[in-house]
C-alpha cells in the first residue's frame, strides 16, 4: 500500500473523550446565577416562516426549537368526523446534540408527538373544523433538555405557533417544568439537575382560563410536594403567558 509521506495519516475514526465531572460541583455552577424558582432567560420570536399559516422560534438555555403551523385543510377520502384533527410531527435535526441523530428511526420524538398532543388539544376549538386537519410541525435544532423540559418547551412554543396562526383556540398553552432533588424545588431545571432529581413533573397550563392541560411525571411525590409542583409551575406558566401575550400582540402591530 502506497502512503503520502508528506502529510500525517491519522486514524481511520476517533473518538471523543469523555471525563466524568462531579454531578455536585455541576448543580452548585448551574444555580449560582438563579434561584431555585427562577426561570432561565427564554427568547420567542413569532411569523419565523412566511409561508405558514403561523410559526415559532423559541430558545431556552441551549435549548432551540421551530414550529410551523399549517392549515386547517380538508382531508381528501376520509371519512366524516364531526370534530377536525391535530397532527404532531417532531423531528431532531441530525446536529441537534452530541450524538448525531437519525430523524427516521426516532422513537423519542414520536412518543413526544403524543405528549405535545394531549398537552394542545384542551386549547383548540376542533368542533369548528369539522373534517379539517392542522399540521403541526416542530424542530428541535439544539438539545439541551431531556423528555420533560423538552416537553415544556415545545409546548409553549407550539402554542404560541398555533394562536399566531389566527385559529380559533380556548387559550395559549404554556408548559414548566419542576424538580426535586433531595430537599430542593427546582423550576426549570437543567438536564443534570433532572438526570440527579427524585422525581420530576413537567405541568402544560391554559393561564387565562386557570385549568391544568396535561401533566407528566416521573417519580413519586407526597401530596405537598404535588401543590408546591403545581403552584410554582402555575405561577411560572403565568409569567411566560405574559411575555408571549405582549409578543403577540407586537407581532400583530409591527
Not at 127 to 151: A, C, H, P, R, W
Not at 157 to 163: E, I
Not at 220 to 249: F, G, P, V, W
Request: net charge neutral; proline share 4%.
Amino acid at each position: 500500500m502506497n502512503f503520502d509521506r508528506r502529510r500525517i495519516n491519522g486514524p481511520e475514526a476517533t473518538h471523543e473523550l469523555i471525563y466524568e465531572n462531579s454531578s455536585h460541583v455541576k448543580h452548585l455552577n448551574e444555580r449560582s446565577t438563579r434561584k431555585n424558582d427562577e426561570l432561565r432567560p427564554v427568547f420567542i420570536k413569532p411569523g419565523l416562516i412566511s409561508s405558514a399559516s403561523g410559526s415559532t422560534y423559541i430558545e431556552c438555555g441551549n435549548t432551540k426549537i421551530a414550529c410551523a403551523v399549517y392549515g386547517p385543510k380538508q382531508i381528501k377520502n376520509a371519512p366524516y368526523s364531526s370534530t377536525g384533527k391535530l397532527n404532531v410531527e417532531i423531528k431532531h435535526a441530525p446536529f441537534s446534540s452530541s450524538i448525531r441523530r437519525d430523524p427516521v428511526k426516532e422513537l423519542e420524538a414520536t412518543h413526544l408527538s403524543s405528549q405535545v398532543t394531549q398537552a394542545l388539544l384542551p386549547s383548540l376549538r376542533l368542533e369548528n373544523y369539522e373534517k379539517m386537519q392542522i399540521d403541526l410541525f416542530v424542530t428541535i435544532i439544539q438539545d439541551d433538555s431531556l423528555d420533560f423540559g423538552l416537553l415544556a418547551n415545545i409546548t409553549t412554543a407550539a402554542g404560541t405557533a398555533l394562536a399566531s396562526s389566527g385559529l380559533e383556540m380556548n387559550g395559549l398553552v404554556v408548559g414548566a417544568t419542576v424538580a426535586f432533588k433531595e430537599d430542593e424545588m427546582l423550576l426549570d431545571p437543567s438536564p443534570s439537575e433532572v438526570k440527579y432529581a427524585k422525581a420530576v413533573m413537567t405541568v402544560c397550563t391554559l393561564p387565562a382560563l386557570t385549568q391544568i392541560a396535561h401533566i407528566w411525571q416521573a417519580g413519586t411525590l407526597d401530596i405537598n410536594q404535588y401543590k408546591q409542583a403545581l403552584q410554582i409551575t402555575e405561577s411560572a406558566s403565568r409569567n411566560i403567558h405574559t411575555l408571549i401575550a405582549k409578543t403577540l400582540m407586537n407581532e400583530t402591530n409591527a
